[in-house]
């Protein structure tokens, strides 16, 4: 599992609270990743961190925000939570100079 | 159009049949792909990458990248019972940079004993 983990692994919450998602990794990479995925959609980038306090968006970055103030942690925050985010979501890290990514185990969330 | 495209299934084939699993693609800039399997209710997990047109082979899966056609596959031989699960294709434009992956919706597979 390249030394990810994903806190926490499922979440039931209500529309309008906020929501922080936190992935953390082991191993000192410098690129991290949150995807989302749906049926019918498949994986879909939100945010993506090159280095700490350096972020950027993704393809489906609305409503959601991120936040990396140490190289380990990069935390995904839904500021008020809606239903159409409902959803299983992955953080992914990338080694070095590769393209290949590796994933953490992914968060179930459910907003009611 | 969506930029990848993966047939969802579900596909099933008998025991130790070889498997064919195919993505198109439309932008011509990707030149990383990757195949992932995903069992139910895990990540994803890497199985392949490739960045060049041709074959390469791990043990009993087979890439291969066609970037005239823009197509890529994975081929799975003696195929097992364990390998039932859903088969993502990914790709990236850049070498070594801090592209996301582009995924496909994944293919359900269903190997029968």
């Known amino acids: 599992d390249a030394g990810i983990t994903q806190s926490p692994r499922h979440k039931v919450t209500e529309t309008g609270t906020p929501v922080t998602l936190r992935c953390h990794q082991t191993e000192n990479h410098r690129y991290m990743y949150w995807y989302r995925q749906d049926p019918g959609h498949g994986l879909r980038l939100i945010h993506y961190s090159y280095g700490v306090k350096d972020t950027d968006k993704g393809e489906v970055s609305d409503g959601y925000s991120v936040s990396r103030s140490k190289t380990e942690d990069f935390l995904l925050t839904l500021e008020s939570a809606t239903s159409s985010q409902t959803s299983v979501y992955f953080c992914a890290i990338k080694e070095g100079s590769g393209d290949e990514q590796f994933f953490g185990p992914g968060t179930r969330l459910t907003v009611l | 159009q969506k930029e990848v495209e993966q047939d969802p299934g579900p596909l099933s084939v008998p025991e130790g049949a070889i498997v064919s699993l195919n993505c198109t693609y439309s932008n011509s800039a990707f030149q990383y792909f990757m195949w992932y399997r995903q069992y139910s209710r895990k990540g994803p997990e890497l199985l392949m990458y490739t960045y060049s047109s041709g074959n390469k082979e791990d043990g009993r899966f087979t890439a291969q990248v066609d970037k005239s056609s823009k197509y890529i596959s994975l081929f799975i031989r003696d195929s097992q019972p364990s390998d039932s699960a859903t088969y993502l294709c990914?790709?990236?434009?850049?070498?070594?940079?801090?592209?996301?992956?582009?995924f496909g919706k994944g293919t359900h597979l269903i190997i029968q004993p």
């Open positions: 990914a790709m990236t434009f850049s070498g070594g940079g801090a592209d996301g992956l582009t």
